[in-house]
């Protein structure tokens, strides 16, 4: 079966960069969706096909893909971002997320 | 506003059913595919199956194939999850979430989450 593999967690001093990867063979023909999810609460999507963003989501969030990696850029990283974020395909009408990355804004 | 509003937490003992569910409004139910994910505790998201309330054409991920049954009632736009026989195991959140295909089938709209508690 399909699989994504994404870092346990990712640490990011407040008001830098940071990126979260996403592996998977041959993502560069998959789409690539990310979600955000607070602690205690649903997820939320940042980023869909890869690199488009919901009108609500602020440009700060981008996203981009190469032959099997897909990041989730976050710039300007605000306390308010702490949170697990996962990436997601459809492999054969089957969905399939990575195991998520928790993001630390220190 | 979309909205997807699920039946509240379960404290359910093994081998005994369970169906909860996710009313939708703020748009046409039938327009959509709806999906149900498993979140258990400390875990990551797992995608356990989708259906069409239109026609409910559903699909199953293998992992959640023959364990659950996903179905739908167009006259009260609302979708089920439902277990026959629960187990420990299924101790998780789950959640309801719209996909849409404008959005290469990205999930866009989340339910706020079942917590089904199994336990003897």
């Known amino acids: 079966s399909y699989e994504l593999t994404q870092p346990l967690s990712v640490s990011v001093s407040l008001g830098q960069t940071a990126r979260i990867t996403c592996d998977g063979y041959n993502l560069g023909s998959k789409d690539v969706h990310w979600y955000q999810q607070k602690a205690g609460q649903a997820p939320l999507l940042v980023i869909y096909?890869?690199?488009y963003r919901p009108s609500e989501i602020p440009a700060r969030f981008s996203g981009s893909k190469s032959a099997n990696t897909a990041t989730l850029t976050i710039t300007r990283a605000q306390a308010g971002d702490e949170a697990d974020y996962h990436c997601q395909v459809w492999d054969t009408s089957t969905g399939v997320f990575g195991g998520g990355t928790k993001l630390t804004v220190l | 506003d979309v909205q997807l509003v699920q039946s509240g937490a379960e404290l359910k003992k093994p081998g005994e059913s369970l169906k909860i569910s996710c009313q939708v409004s703020?748009?046409?139910?039938?327009?959509?595919?709806i999906g149900w994910l498993r979140q258990m505790p400390g875990r990551g998201l797992e995608w356990m199956g989708v259906i069409y309330p239109s026609d409910s054409d559903t699909t199953y991920s293998p992992s959640f194939q023959g364990q659950v049954t996903i179905s739908a009632d167009k006259s009260i736009s609302t979708a089920y999850l439902q277990w026959n026989s629960l187990k420990a195991s299924d101790t998780a959140i789950y959640y309801c979430?719209?996909?849409?295909?404008?959005?290469?089938?990205?999930?866009?709209?989340w339910g706020q989450g079942t917590l089904v508690t199994v336990s003897s």
């Open positions: 096909s890869n690199r």
């Open positions: 703020g748009y046409t139910f039938t327009n959509y595919w």
């Open positions: 979430a719209r996909r849409d295909s404008s959005l290469a089938l990205a999930f866009d709209h």
